[in-house]
C-alpha cells in the first residue's frame, strides 16, 4: 500500500499550495492551444461585427464565444444550442413580466426583487448548468436597464439588443467550430484516451530499453498526472454515446488515470533493473499497444491474462500495480460488440429534464433562493440609495458568485473579484493609459484585444477551480472596452466596474458566511464519509438476480461515487479559503481525505473488475464455491468500510469486520477447487479473482489501520 500514496502532492503550508495549484491548472496539455485559438478567433469575429455594424452591448456576444466553447466543436455546438435556449427564456420572462408592472411604478421595486429570487432558484434547481447561466447572465444585464428614465420603447429596445448580441455571439462560435470540426465522431473522448496510453506506452519502453527514463517523456507523463481526466469525464458526459457505452467508457478512464498516475510516479525510478524486469516492462508496453489499437479503431480490446506467478520486482514496485490497470481496461466490456455499435442517433442521450426531480419539493433550493436574492437586494438597493449606477456590476457579482457553502462561495468571490481587479486595473486602465492612446485604428486595438483575450482564455482553459478568474478578466476588460464605440479613456468606468464587485462581495459574504452557511469542511466531511458508504455498496453488489437491474444499479453507483470522488476535492480545496479558529483541524481533516483518496480511487477501480466476477457475466464466471466464499469476503469487505464511515461520524461500528480472514478462506477455498479439477477451465478467471482480491484486501485493512 505504500506505493499507492505515492502519487500525493500535499504541501503543508497556504504558499505551497498555490505554487502547486497555479503549475497544474497553468501547465499546457494537449489541444489547450487550440481551445484557446478556437475562443480567441471566436470572440475577436464578435468584436468586429459588433464595432463596424455598431451593435451596441458588444461585450454580452464576446462573452458567450467564451462561456460556450468546449474541449470539441461538436460540444460547442450542443451548448451553442442550450444558450440560445436560455438567451430567449430569459428575454421573454424580463419582456413578459415587466408589462404586469410597467405601469405601475410602485410594483416596479417588488419585480426587481422577485426577479432576482427566481435567478437564484434556477441557478439551484436547473439541471443544466449553461442554461442556468446563461440565463441568469442576461438578467444581471437586463434588468438594471428598467431602473432608467427613459420610454418603455427604449428599454424594450435595448432588452431586444441584448438578446441580438447574444445570438450574434453564438452564430458565430458555432461557425467557427463548423470550420474547424473535420475529426471523425467520438475523438475527442477516444483520442485523449489513446495518447496518454501511448505515452505510459513510451515511457515502458524507454525504461526497458535504457534502464533510465529521458526528460521529455517524463515530462509529457506527469504533465498528463497533473491534468487528469475530469475534462475527458465531463466530454463524455455531453457525447452523443449511449448510457451504456459512457458507463464502460467511465471504468475505462478511471483505469487509464490511475495508470497514468503510476506511471508519473515511476518516473522518480532511480535504480537498476534486475534480469526479468526488461521484459515485463516490454511485455507490458505492448500490451498496453494493442488495447491503444483496439480503441483507436473501435474494437473492443481482448482480455489480458498475466502469468500464473504476479510477484511484484524488487526494483520496480509499481509494475505490477500497473499491469493491474491495464487488465481492468478489457474487463470494462462484457460483451463482444465493436465499441462503434454504441453510438447512437444525434439525439439520444439528451433527454435529461430541465429542472431537477426536486425543485418544488426540497426546501434547500428556496432556502438558496432567498439568501442570494437577500444580497442582491441588499446590493440593489445601496447603489440606488447613493445614486451611483456605475456600480450595478455589484448585482452581477450576487449572480454569479452563489454557491451553496462558505468556502466555495469564498472561493469564486475571490477569483471574481482578482480576475476583475486584473481585467480591470490591469489590462483594462492599463490599457487606457500606456496603449489607446497611441492606437487609432481599429487594427491596432484588435492586436489589444487579442493579447487580452488569449490571457483569459488560457485561464478558462483550466480546471474548474481557476477557470473562473478567467471569465472575469475578460469580462471586466470587455465592459470596459466594448461598451462604446470608440477609445474608452475615462478611467471613471473602470473604477465604477470594481467598486460594484466589491459591494456585491460585501453582500455576499454577509448573507453567506455570516447568516447560516455551512462552512467547507463540513461538506468535505460529508463527502468523505459518502465515499466509504458508497463503496461498501458497490461492494455488495449486485444485490438482484435481475441483470437489467443489477447493471443499472453499478451504473448509478459508479456515477455517483465519481461525482461525490470530485466533491471532496472541491470542498477540500475551498477549505483552503476559510480562517477562523477551527482553520488548522480543517487542514487536517484535508490532509487526510486526500491521502485516502489516493487509496479509495485504486478501491474502486479494483470492485469495478470483481463485481463482473461476482455478477457472473459472460467470460468472468467462477464455480460456485469460489462465488460463494467471494462473496463473504466482499460482504466483510463492505462492512470494514462501513465501520470506517461510522467511525469518522463518531458512532461506534456495529459489527468489527473480519476482512482478512475472509480473504484467507476465499484463497483456501480457491485453491481446493483448482487441486481438484487440473484442466478447470475456469482457473484463469479464478486466478484473475484472486490477484484482485488480494489487492482489495490490502487496501481495505490499509484504510482500516490508517483512517
Request: charged share 20%; proline share 4%; with cysteine.
Amino acid at each position: 500500500m505504500a506505493t499507492a500514496t505515492q502519487t500525493l502532492r500535499y504541501s503543508g503550508s497556504s504558499l505551497g499550495w498555490i505554487r502547486d495549484f497555479l503549475k497544474e491548472e497553468l501547465s499546457p496539455y494537449p489541444g489547450r492551444a487550440g481551445i484557446v485559438a478556437r475562443m480567441v478567433v471566436a470572440s475577436t469575429l464578435i468584436m468586429i461585427l459588433c464595432e463596424a455594424f455598431r451593435i451596441p452591448y458588444g461585450f454580452q456576444g464576446a462573452i458567450f464565444a467564451l462561456l460556450i466553447t468546449r474541449e470539441s466543436p461538436r460540444a460547442t455546438l450542443w451548448a451553442s444550442v442550450k444558450t440560445f435556449i436560455g438567451i430567449a427564456i430569459s428575454a421573454l420572462y424580463v419582456l413578459a413580466t415587466v408589462q404586469l408592472v410597467i405601469s405601475l411604478p410602485s410594483l416596479h421595486f417588488f419585480w426587481i426583487i422577485g426577479t432576482f429570487f427566481v435567478a437564484f432558484f434556477i441557478l439551484s434547481a436547473v439541471t443544466d448548468y449553461v442554461t442556468a447561466t446563461t440565463f441568469t447572465i442576461v438578467i444581471s444585464v437586463a434588468v438594471p436597464l428598467w431602473d432608467r428614465h427613459v420610454t418603455a420603447q427604449a428599454n424594450v429596445e435595448d432588452t431586444l439588443w441584448i438578446a441580438f448580441v447574444s445570438a450574434v455571439g453564438i452564430a458565430v462560435t458555432a461557425a467557427v467550430e463548423l470550420v474547424v470540426a473535420r475529426r471523425k465522431p467520438g475523438d475527442e473522448v477516444v483520442l485523449p484516451i489513446v495518447r496518454r496510453i501511448e505515452t505510459v506506452e513510451e515511457l515502458l519502453t524507454r525504461l526497458a530499453g535504457r534502464g533510465a527514463i529521458d526528460e521529455a517523456v517524463k515530462t509529457k507523463i506527469v504533465r498528463y498526472a497533473l491534468l487528469g481526466t475530469s475534462r475527458v469525464r465531463r466530454l463524455l458526459r455531453r457525447s452523443d454515446y449511449s448510457q451504456h457505452y459512457r458507463s464502460q467508457m467511465n471504468a475505462v478512464l478511471a483505469a487509464v488515470g490511475r495508470l497514468v498516475d503510476s506511471a508519473a510516479t515511476l518516473t522518480e525510478f532511480r535504480g537498476t533493473l534486475s534480469e526479468g524486469d526488461p521484459e515485463k516492462l516490454r511485455k507490458l508496453a505492448g500490451t498496453l499497444e494493442q488495447i491503444r489499437e483496439d480503441l483507436r479503431n473501435r474494437r473492443v480490446p481482448g482480455a489480458i491474462h498475466w502469468d500464473a506467478e504476479k510477484d511484484a520486482s524488487a526494483n520496480i514496485p509499481l509494475l505490477y500495480e500497473m499491469e493491474e490497470f491495464a487488465s481492468v481496461i478489457p474487463q470494462a466490456f462484457t460483451d463482444s460488440l465493436a465499441t462503434g455499435e454504441y453510438v447512437p442517433a444525434v439525439d439520444d442521450g439528451r433527454q435529461s429534464k430541465l429542472l431537477s426531480a426536486d425543485a418544488f419539493s426540497d426546501l434547500r433550493h428556496a432556502q438558496f433562493a432567498f439568501r442570494g436574492c437577500l444580497a442582491a437586494s441588499i446590493a440593489y438597493i445601496t447603489y440606488n440609495a447613493i445614486d451611483w449606477p456605475g456600480i450595478s456590476t455589484a448585482v452581477t457579482t450576487c449572480l454569479l458568485t452563489a454557491l451553496s457553502t462558505i468556502g466555495s462561495s469564498r472561493q469564486k468571490q475571490v477569483l471574481r473579484f482578482t480576475g476583475a481587479a486584473v481585467g480591470g486595473f490591469v489590462f483594462g486602465m492599463g490599457a487606457q493609459i500606456f496603449v489607446l492612446p497611441y492606437v487609432d485604428t481599429i487594427f491596432g486595438f484588435t492586436l489589444l484585444f487579442m493579447a487580452v483575450t488569449a490571457v483569459a482564455a488560457w485561464f478558462m482553459t483550466s480546471g474548474p477551480r481557476l477557470s473562473y478568474f478567467g471569465l472575469q478578466v475578460a469580462l471586466a476588460f470587455y465592459l470596459i472596452n466594448l461598451q462604446e464605440f470608440a477609445v474608452v479613456t475615462s478611467l471613471a468606468v473602470a473604477r465604477d466596474r470594481v467598486v460594484g464587485v466589491l459591494l456585491g462581495l460585501f453582500t455576499m459574504w454577509l448573507v453567506f458566511d455570516q447568516l447560516g452557511g455551512k462552512p467547507a469542511v463540513v461538506e468535505m466531511k460529508n463527502a468523505f464519509v459518502r465515499d466509504f458508504r458508497l463503496l461498501a455498496q458497490v461492494m455488495r453488489e449486485p444485490l438482484s438476480s435481475d441483470p437489467q437491474v443489477a447493471k443499472a444499479r453499478r451504473f448509478a453507483l459508479r456515477e455517483t461515487l465519481t461525482d461525490n470522488f470530485d466533491k471532496v476535492r472541491g470542498a477540500g480545496d475551498a477549505v483552503l479559503l476559510e480562517f477562523g479558529p477551527s482553520r488548522r483541524e480543517a487542514l487536517e481533516w484535508r490532509k487526510r481525505s486526500q491521502i485516502a483518496q489516493v487509496a479509495l480511487r485504486t478501491l474502486y477501480l479494483v470492485r469495478m473488475a470483481l463485481w463482473k466476477y461476482r455478477a457472473q457475466t459472460p467470460g468472468f464466471e467462477v464455480p460456485s464455491e469460489v462465488l460463494a466464499a467471494q462473496q463473504e469476503f466482499d460482504d466483510q469487505s463492505g462492512q470494514a468500510l462501513d465501520g470506517i464511515a461510522d467511525r469518522l461520524e463518531g458512532k461506534p461500528a456495529a459489527k468489527s469486520a473480519n476482512v482478512k480472514e475472509s480473504f484467507e478462506h476465499l484463497d483456501q477455498v480457491a485453491r481446493k477447487v483448482g487441486s481438484q479439477q487440473p484442466p478447470d477451465p475456469h482457473d484463469p478467471q479464478v486466478r484473475a479473482l484472486l490477484v484482485l482480491s488480494r489487492r482489495s484486501e490490502e487496501l481495505t485493512l490499509w484504510l482500516t489501520e490508517n483512517i
